[in-house]
Structures are given as C-alpha cells and as structure tokens.
C-alpha cells in the first residue's frame, strides 16, 4: 500500500503541476524582506548577491557572503518561509526589531528592523501591522510620484509612468485617503491617457496605421478611470473611458478575444488570443459599462467575449490562450482571479462563485505565470477576496511569507531588483491586497456579494482545495470527491482510486447509472485513459448506451464518446454513433464544443478510418468531416482535417474544395486561427499524401504566410514539406538560402530541419506528382 500511495502521489503531483499556471516557476534571485538583502537560494541557506544601500543589512554584510540561519535557528525546510518567519518575529514590539543573522562559519550580525508589530488573527482585517504596512506603502509610492511629477525633474518631464496596469494608482485609491486620491486625480489629469487620439486609433483599428501593445494598455486604462470616476464622480475622466472602451470592442477579433494587438480585419496579427490581455480588456470594458457608457458597439462587445468566457464556469480555469478550459490547474498568472472581477461586474454569481473559489485555492502559486508573474499577486488575492472575509483572511495566513520576503526595508514591495516596470508598481500590487478589507474600489470588493462568503468550514474547505492529501483518503473519501463542483479535485481523486484495486467497482457501476452528471462523468472519467481493460472492457456496452441515448445530457454524451476513444477497436462500433453526434445539432452549443470533443474522440478511436474500414456510410462520414472542417475554431478544423489523414484517391473529390479552403485560410470569421500545424499543415499533408503538385508551394510557402508564430510556421514547414519527399528538393535549395534560416541548425528547430532535409534528400525516385485536376477527375472515374 505503501507503493501504492507513493506511486500515486507522485502522479497527483505530476497532475497538478502540469496545468499552464507553472509556465515560470520561482526567480532565481530573491529578497530577503526589509533586510536589504537579495540573494540565492539553496536547502540549507542563501547566498548574497546584492546589499541595498542605506538597508539595515548595509555595512554588516556584504556581497558574497552565506546566510544559514536567522533569528536563533538554522534553516530548516523552506528557506524563504524560514526567512519571512524570522523577520516578522523580529519586527516585534517584544523583539524590538532586532533580527540576527548567522553566516557559514558561524558569525552572527544583528540587523536593525523597524518595529511594526505583530500581525492580528483576522488580518488583513483590524490589523495595526497592515495598516502600518499600507501607510509606509503608500508614502512610497506617493513620494516617488511627487518626485516624477517635479517639472524640474528632466527624467520624468513631470510626468509619471505608471505602466500598463496604473498598479500604482490603482493601490493608492484602494486606501481610501483623500490625500492619496488628490494626488492621483493630478496624475490622470496631466497624463496623455486623458487624450486619446481618435483619428489616429481609428486608423490603426482599420489597419492603416502601427499601433503597439495596446492590448496590454486600454484595458488597464479603462480600470483606472472607471475606478476613479467611480470613487470620486469626476465626470472629466468619461470621454477618454469611452474611446478605450468603444475601441476595445471594435478591436475584438471574430471570437471576442484580444491579444497583444488589437485585431485587424478579423484577427489578431502574431500569437492571437490570450487570455491575461482578454480579460483585462473585457473587464475594462465592463468598467466602462458600470460607469454610464452606453454604446452600441460596447454592448455587443460585451456581449460577445461574455459569451465566451461563461463557458468556462464550473469547466475549468483559463489556459495562455483559446485552448479550452484547464482542469488540473486553479490558476494561470492570476487570470481565476480577473476571471472572478469580469463576472462581477457582469453581476454573474455563478461565475463570482466559481472563479473566486479556484483564486481562493491559489494561494501557492503566486510566484507562477508565463513571461511575467507580474499579474499573479495582483489579480488572485483580489479574486479570493470576493469569498468574503475569513477567506482572505486565510488567504493572507497561507501566503504571508510572500508578502513578508517581498516587504523591502523602504516600505516597498519588490519580487526582483526593480519595484516597478513596464508592468506597473509592485508595491501598488501590494497596496491592492493589504487595503481588501476597506472595499473603496470596485476590484477590492466595492459592492461585494456577501450572499457569497463562505464561512467557517466551508471557507477552510476552498482554500486548502490546492492541498489536499489525496493518498490518505479512504475509498469512500475519494469516490466521495466525485461530485466535487471542480475538476480540479474530480481528476486527482479519479486517478487516487486506480490504485484502490476493485472492490468498489460494483459502487461506480452503479454511480453511473444513478448518480448525479458531476459523478457520472467522474465514473466515465475513471473506465477511461489508462484504466486497467480488466475493469474498462465490462463497461464498455454501459457507455455505449449513454452515447447512443440522443435523450440524454450532452456533456455525458460527449464524455461517453471520450472514453469510449480509449479502448481502440473494442469500440469501433461505436465510431458511426459518434460521426452522426457530431452530424446532430446540440441547442444551446454556441460555440460547438461538443462537436470539437467529438471530433478529438473520434480521431483517437481511429486515426485511420479508411484503412481501418470504419467508413461505412460516406454520406454520413464527409457529413461530420465538413462540419468539422466548418468549425470556427482551429481545434474543431484540425480534428476534421484529420478525418481525411488517409483518404484514397477515388474519395478525395467531395473534400477537395474543403482541404484548399483551410490551406487558403482567407475566412476571416475564425475564433482561433494561429496554430496553423494544427490545421493548414496537415491540410497540406492531405494532398502531399495523394501526391497533388498545387500543395508543394503551399508547403514551400509556409515561412512567408501572413501572420502567424515564426515558430509555428518553422515547425509545421518541417512537418509538411518532407511529405513531398524527393520532389521538394528544389523548393528546400530555395528556402536554405533563407536569411532568416541561416543559423536554423543551431536553434531549437535543429533536430526537426536536419529530419526534414534527410527525408527530401534521402529519397531518390520520388513519385510523379499529379495535378490537382487530375487528381479530381481521378475521384470521379
């Protein structure tokens, strides 16, 4: 059993952190809190790498040297959690600040904190500490915005950049203080935000002009101002938060979503959508909403990434981009938590509920986040927040030594070397958190839904979601964890029981014909990807029934046909009900998700269906293929593109006109549309594998296509021109003499080019390609 629950931890592990939250784990180089050091890390201690001057560390330690221990203790466990310890033990009124510091060899230096005392039970609520921590914050940031705004001050031109997110001012109007919200009013008054260039934003929404990151931009523009308008009903603020908003929604692309850009004839140049810069736009604009703005344009913006981003409640938390809604991770970069801020200023309370939930159990991921964690302390407290008091209050407790190691000895706040950049304020961050409890702006709980705060048991319940110990629950615990609202417990405590053996078996079987959707999923989950055939394969005519049964949920439906897609030819039977589901229109699917589902169960059940003889109905077969191929998102494309991986010849005719449609990709209608190795390049592939001459320069092209990831274009050029194999050699001479692929060899793209020129050079009697014409004219003979 022991083996058991080990191999098994280990899996739960492995699940929980492969969710896109732990894209950037924790820096390399840290701060030691209001010491004034910064350093390494390693088990048993830390490393000097820097001495801020002025600190109370400066002069008694240097650069270089080891720290083992603090306070009267050598480190134990997690050295930063060690360090935050020490340093609020000493900030004490009974420790008078003294904070001893023991290095390798056995010195001991005392350093002179200030005294702050301690923090309460309820903090940050009826805390003397926060509040001397907001005090010492705020005269930071409001010093360092004096000092900007000095017009003396030729850096700054007396001006102060606040970055993207207007963090800064944003954490100073989150205390409440006249005197700090004067001092903002100034900022905004004299910034060039309070001007916004019509003609000129105008011109780079058609396309006609360069425009920046304002993706990144407009969105936090419209916060702040709305926040400001609102907390101060200073009416001058409205014309500027009208033209980002409005802009914002003609920006959307077809799908409603944003990117670093906005959108241009449809879509979004480079990467496209993601979801910290979307949800930050869409929550602006909802801003703008809440302050009076009454457009048209807004409102069916509003309406159209609303639509979206409903259809991740009680599914899942939001991934980098369009791919659907993460199951095994609570948080991405802090998107649960602007996610919680979106659906309460569209006054949604399930999606409040269910977002602030998953922002509550993130506790431990704060440091996380793809590129920049900078949107990660400043979004997920704010989100857990709305779980209502004794939340954030745990909250607090359980990330304290965060707040504490990055509490530096100026009053400020800082995860690395800079407190500030092109980001924002990480002290305003800070500021945000500490000022929860007095509610003056919206994203700090204004109007908060108390109906919604959990309490005692209920509270601890969410907050240690992220924690549970699932190799020391009983059977009956973890079948218990079947009908838990989130897949994020549903998964772990899923894979938990396979290592159970199967006298519970009988319970599931029953579980799935009785038991509630959230339990039979569960128990579809469990048959399903890696269960033992033992325990599967009986199973196997149950959910085929719930398949087949067209009066049943959708969802358990579309799970049936998952699982079903596990078991191989055992299922094959079934692989017609599944063309014909996805043929079916399913009311109240806007964005056809079920038939995306499908088509992914449908191509691993079988990824050859000709070959495999599996093609029985034609009629039906290039039915659910069109359909597919008709999907406005990518993933649902490249699942019916798939279909037609091994087409023969005599059947290509009726998809010929589909397969040059996707590898045209003009329709500028798609919601997702910049992954094109998922779609176009085995579109391509589809006529390599027939040998039609008209998708060579299509491959060969590839680098050149408009839009679109250098590294996905590399990557699927690598993939579909070798399919061409002998007959590519002439384009591949071509593309090597590619400036932009001179050094391809020794760049991550090395093993997949090198695989790619030994496949076209190494075949030498390619066959005879054929026209595209002929190629139909054969179809039809």
Known sequence: MKIRNAIFSTLVVMTLVSGAELFAKARSVSPFGPTGLMGTLSKKGAKVTQVAKGSPADGKIKKGDEIIGLGSHSFKGNVRESIAAAIDEA?????????????????????????????????????????????????????????????????????????????????????????YIDLVAKVIQGSAMMAPNVEEIDAQLKGEKPMGYVGWYWGYHCILLGEYFLLTGDESVLPALKVYAVSLAKGQDAGGMWGHRMAVGGRLP??????????????????????????????????????????????GAFNYGVHGPNKKAFNNNGTSGSGTMCMALADNQEGVKFFSRLSSAAHGSLEQGHA??????????????????????????????????????????????????????????????????????????????????????????????????????????????????????????????????????????????????????????????????????????????????VKEDVKLRVKAASTLSCYGEMAHAYYNDILQFIVDDEPGDHFRDADQSLGRSLNNLCSTPFASGLVTDKELFYKAANKLIDHKRQHGRAEGVRMLSDIPMQDFAPM????????????????????????????????????????????????????????????????????????????????????????IEKSRFGGIWRKMVKAIDGDPSPKKLISLEDALNNGAE
Not at 294 to 314: F, M, N, R, V
């Open 91 to 179: 900030e004490t009124k009974k420790a008078s600040g003294k904070l001893t510091v023991t290095l390798k060899g056995g010195k001991k230096v005392d350093l002179q904190l200030k005294v702050l005392g301690e923090y309460s039970k309820t903090t940050p609520y009826d805390c003397p500490k926060s509040d001397l921590i907001i005090h010492r914050a705020a005269e930071y940031l409001s010093d360092q915005i004096k000092h900007s705004l000095d017009p003396k001050n030729r850096k700054s031109r007396g001006r102060f950049n606040s970055g993207a997110t207007h963090s800064a001012l944003l954490g100073l109007m989150a205390t409440g203080e006249q005197k």
């Open 372 to 549: 920049s964690n900078f949107f990660n302390p400043l979004w997920t407290p704010l989100g857990a927040n709305l779980c209502g008091p004794e939340v954030t209050q745990q909250f607090f407790k359980k990330s304290q030594w965060f707040n504490t190691t990055t509490r530096l000895w100026d009053g400020s706040f800082s995860r690395n070397t800079k407190e500030s950049g092109k980001e924002g304020s990480q002290t305003g961050v800070a500021l945000l958190s500490y000022c929860l409890p007095r509610k003056a702006l919206m994203i700090t709980g204004r109007f908060a839904d108390s109906s919604l705060w959990l309490k005692g048991d209920q509270a601890t319940d969410v907050v240690q979601m992220s924690e549970i110990d699932y190799a020391s629950k009983s059977v009956d615990e973890l079948i218990a964890m079947f009908d838990n609202p989130f897949p994020q417990v549903r998964g772990p405590a899923v894979w938990g029981l396979r290592t159970r053996g199967d006298d519970f078996i009988p319970k599931l079987v029953e579980m799935l014909e009785s038991g509630s959707q959230r339990q039979k999923i569960s128990v579809m989950e469990y048959f399903g990807y890696k269960c033992p055939p033992e325990q599967a394969h009986p199973q196997i005519d149950k959910i085929g029934a719930i398949l087949r049964n």
């Open 656 to 743: 010929a006109g589909k397969v040059m449609y996707i590898i045209k990709d003009e329709d500028r209608t798609y919601h997702s549309y910049h992954t094109w190795q998922s779609t176009i390049g085995p579109a391509i592939e589809v006529l390599a594998g027939l040998n039609i001459k008209e998708g060579l320069p299509y491959a060969a092209g590839i680098i050149d296509r408009e839009g679109g990831k250098w590294g996905f274009k590399v990557r699927m050029l690598c993939a579909a021109l070798p399919k061409y194999g002998g007959n590519a050699k002439e384009s591949l001479a071509k593309i090597k003499t590619d400036k932009r692929l001179k050094d």
């Open 270 to 315: 480079g990467y496209a959508q993601m979801n910290q810069s979307s949800l930050s736009s869409f929550m602006g604009m909802l801003m703008a909403q809440k302050c009076g703005i009454d457009d048209p344009d807004l409102q069916k913006g509003i309406e159209k990434t609303y639509a979206y981003y409903s259809t991740y409640i009680g599914e």
